[in-house]
């Protein structure tokens, strides 16, 4: 490095405290309401109301909270786990058909069948939510997880279709006419080479469409009658409902909602923080 | 990838179509089928059973005196303006994040803002209530220990206003006039993780070297972000406000949650969108939400096109 380029890094490094010191002021109000969940959790509310700002010792940890919680919210996370893993897989493997169709030949009305695809991503989806309710009441649906899976699917379709697309087209044709001197048929050639050569970019859309499925409530409230089948949205707004609010157990139940996400994201984090800036593209 | 056939070899690869077709039904029942019976429902009066009447455009005629309706639109207009003023703070962050010289501290950065994605979008959403709280609230107890509160009881009282009081909470969720402020502050300091991401992809592209040149030349902070980092970003700040506009105006979850089915005290928080589930939901008519619905989707997607043909985003 020479003499030059020393000073320039040192200049650096001086000014470089304010913008550390104003990035950790927003990041540590943005983390505050994480510190009040997982500290309040273990109080009850005369220990809360007296100080609630800070942490009780953990001697003094009012576990009882959590096992309320697990509880009370276990059988709510059983159900939206299984929504959520159901509809996301059903989704992709949708979508990796539909994709492949698109992009391995260009067959007659494929052109036609894309924009009908398309049209979908301007066609703004606030106006379904009643149409929907009628449509799933007539179809039997009501009070059933399987109607939560199906629009999940259905409403993840036209996003993963794009994104995958674009990808397949990329890959090297090569290998998929060699698979097809070897006899291999379409839905071979998914399996083995689609599947295996896409590995990060279905890993993102997953995140995606798991993220999407557990943080619905609309559809759940609107649907779920049965308290054996609310998934964490509608279990979660009974919740608040309650008149005299036990905040420790409260915040015991919302830390436990997180926890598979807080899981999910520990293990690909990296998949994670780019799967978010792929999905603010779609538009 | 994709090449034009022959016909023989359309004729042997038929198949293929059986991959596209449970896809398009799933889309065909689940997305075209709600919007087109939306828009068949719109001239109907209709309470969700069997019988219902054709009324031509009763509906759209009464949508347009209904008077809650038209507020909601204000309403929602406030909310859009908001919206773009809380983009500040993430274009801000993003370019500080950026300017910072070490890539550790970088990637660190990046991985603290993905933190909150962890939480459920409703657990957010319930933690805010809890902050905006009279009694236990972390705002209030903020505002009382700062003496911010006697500021206001002094605005309060120089505009005679009966808002805010001494020793009486602020009651944010409860008092009519304080709904569009409590949804101003809902959020702070309003960093959107996504938001934050894509500047940050978009600002990739500027070199240190960059920087220094700049700094060689004198040029300072405030400059900087101007002819360097802005016009850089300005694609993704674009398509933010694309996300942004079609986001605030079709979304009803917070306000449903936050007040209630009627837009919380006075009905301050209403907007089109709650509106709609309101008369389906609660009135029973279904008819007339679907025109709700119907003249909502046509706003959205006038201003999407809008958005497209002055707003140009390039991949």
């Given at each position: 490095?020479?003499?030059?380029?020393n000073?320039?890094?040192?200049?650096?490094r001086?000014v470089?405290?304010?913008?550390?010191?104003?990035?950790?002021?927003?990041?540590?109000?943005?983390l505050?309401p994480?510190?009040m969940?997982?500290?309040?959790?273990?109080?009850?509310?005369?220990?809360f109301i007296?100080?609630?700002?800070l942490?009780?010792?953990?001697?003094?940890w009012?576990?009882?909270n959590w096992?309320?919680?697990?509880k009370l919210?276990?059988?709510?996370?059983?159900?939206t786990?299984?929504?959520?893993?159901?509809?996301?897989?059903?989704s992709?493997?949708?979508?990796?058909?539909?994709?492949?169709?698109?992009?391995?030949h260009?067959?007659?009305?494929?052109?036609?069948?894309w924009?009908?695809?398309l049209?979908?991503m301007?066609?703004?989806?606030?106006?379904n939510?009643?149409?929907l309710f009628?449509?799933?009441?007539s179809?039997?649906?009501l009070?059933t997880l399987?109607?939560?899976?199906?629009v999940?699917?259905?409403?993840?379709?036209?996003?993963?279709i794009?994104?995958?697309?674009?990808?397949?087209?990329?890959?090297?044709?090569?290998l998929f006419?060699a698979?097809?001197?070897?006899?291999?048929?379409h839905?071979?050639?998914?399996?083995n080479?689609?599947i295996?050569?896409s590995?990060?970019?279905?890993g993102?859309l997953?995140i995606?469409?798991?993220?999407?499925?557990?943080?619905?409530f609309?559809?759940p409230?609107?649907?779920?009658?049965?308290?054996?089948l609310?998934?964490?949205?509608v279990?979660?707004?009974?919740?608040?409902?309650?008149?005299?609010?036990?905040?420790?157990?409260?915040?015991a139940?919302?830390?436990l909602?997180?926890i598979?996400?807080?899981?999910?994201?520990?293990?690909?984090?990296?998949l994670?923080?780019?799967?978010?800036s792929?999905?603010?593209i779609?538009? | 990838?994709?090449?034009?056939l022959s016909?023989q070899?359309?004729?042997?690869?038929?198949k293929?179509y059986l991959?596209?077709?449970?896809?398009l039904?799933?889309?065909?029942i689940?997305?075209?089928?709600p919007?087109g019976s939306?828009?068949?429902?719109?001239f109907f009066?209709?309470?969700g059973?069997?019988?219902?009447?054709?009324?031509?455009?009763?509906?759209y005629?009464?949508?347009?005196?209904?008077?809650?309706?038209?507020?909601?639109?204000?309403?929602?207009?406030?909310l859009l303006?908001?919206?773009?003023?809380?983009m500040?703070?993430?274009?801000?962050?993003a370019?500080?994040?950026?300017?910072?010289t070490?890539?550790?501290?970088?990637?660190?950065?990046r991985?603290?803002?993905?933190v909150?994605?962890?939480v459920?979008?409703?657990?957010?959403?319930?933690?805010w209530?809890?902050?905006?709280?009279?009694?236990?609230?972390a705002?209030n107890?903020?505002?009382e220990?700062?003496?911010?509160?006697?500021i206001l009881?002094?605005?309060?009282?120089?505009?005679?206003?009966s808002v805010?009081?001494?020793d009486?909470?602020?009651?944010?969720?409860?008092q009519?006039e304080?709904?569009?402020?409590?949804?101003?502050?809902?959020?702070?300091?309003?960093?959107?993780?996504v938001?934050?991401?894509?500047?940050?992809a978009?600002l990739?592209?500027?070199?240190?070297?960059?920087?220094?040149?700049?700094?060689?030349?004198?040029?300072?902070p405030?400059?900087k972000f101007?002819?360097?980092?802005?016009p850089?970003i300005?694609?993704?700040v674009r398509?933010?406000?694309v996300?942004?506009i079609?986001?605030t105006?079709?979304?009803?979850?917070?306000?449903?949650?936050l007040?209630?089915?009627?837009g919380?005290?006075?009905?301050?928080?209403?907007?089109p969108?709650l509106?709609m589930?309101?008369?389906?939901f609660?009135?029973?008519e279904f008819?007339?939400?679907?025109?709700?619905?119907?003249?909502?989707?046509?706003?959205i997607l006038?201003?999407?096109i809008?958005?497209n043909?002055?707003?140009?985003?390039?991949?």
């Open positions: 490095m020479s003499a030059a380029e000073t320039i890094a040192k200049l650096h001086k470089d405290w304010p913008k550390h010191l104003i990035i950790w002021f927003f990041i540590l109000i943005e505050f994480l510190y969940m997982f500290q309040v959790s273990f109080k009850d509310n005369a220990s007296q100080q609630p700002w942490p009780l010792p953990p001697t003094e009012q576990w009882g096992l309320f919680a697990i919210v276990g059988p709510y996370l059983a159900n786990l299984f929504v959520a893993v159901t509809a996301t897989i059903s992709l493997f949708l979508a990796i058909l539909g994709a492949y169709f698109f992009s391995r260009k067959m007659p009305f494929s052109g036609l069948l924009a009908l695809f049209f979908l301007l066609l703004p989806t606030v106006t939510i009643v149409p009628m449509l799933l009441k179809m039997s649906l009070n399987l109607a939560l899976i199906l999940g699917v259905a409403g993840g379709q036209v996003f993963n794009f994104v995958l697309r674009h990808f397949l087209e990329d890959l090297p044709k090569d006419e698979a097809e001197m070897d006899g291999a048929s839905f071979q050639q998914i399996i080479i689609v295996p050569m590995g990060p970019i279905i993102t997953a995606l469409s798991f993220l999407n499925a557990w943080n619905d609309l559809l409230l609107i649907i779920l009658r049965d308290k054996e609310f998934t964490l949205g279990g979660l707004i009974y919740l608040d409902g309650e008149y005299v609010k036990p905040w420790g157990k409260i915040m139940s919302y830390f909602a997180a598979p996400l807080i899981l999910i994201f520990l293990f690909t984090m990296r994670f923080v780019r799967g978010l792929a999905g603010a779609k538009g | 990838m994709a090449s034009t016909r070899k359309v004729l042997r690869e038929w293929l991959f596209v077709v449970p896809s039904v799933m889309v065909l689940f997305s075209y089928f919007a939306a828009i068949y429902h719109s009066d209709w309470s059973g069997e019988a219902k009447q054709f009324i031509n455009w009763d509906n005629i009464r949508a347009f005196h209904d008077s809650t309706l038209l507020s909601s639109f204000v309403t929602v207009g406030a303006i908001f919206n773009l003023f809380k500040i703070p993430s274009i801000l962050i370019v500080l994040i950026h300017r910072v070490s890539d550790k501290w970088q990637y660190a950065y991985a603290l803002l993905v909150p994605m962890i459920p979008h409703l657990v957010t959403l319930f933690i209530k809890f902050i905006l709280d009279p009694n236990l609230g705002l107890r903020v505002i220990a700062t003496g911010f509160k006697s009881v002094w605005i309060n009282d120089f505009f005679g206003w805010f009081f001494k009486v909470p602020i009651g944010w969720l409860s009519p304080l709904i569009l402020p409590a949804l101003f502050i809902w959020g702070f300091p309003w960093i959107g993780t938001g934050v991401l894509i500047y940050l978009g990739q592209s500027i070199g240190q070297e960059v920087y220094e040149a700049a700094e060689l030349d004198g040029i300072g405030f400059k101007l002819y360097i980092e802005l850089l300005l694609t993704q398509l933010s406000l996300l942004l079609v986001g105006l079709g979304q009803y979850g917070l306000q449903l949650l007040l209630n089915e009627y919380g005290p006075g009905g301050r928080g209403m907007v969108g509106w589930y309101n008369r389906a609660v009135a029973g008819g007339y939400a679907c025109a709700i619905g119907v003249i909502l989707a046509f706003v006038g201003l999407t809008i958005n043909r002055y707003v140009r985003v390039d991949k």
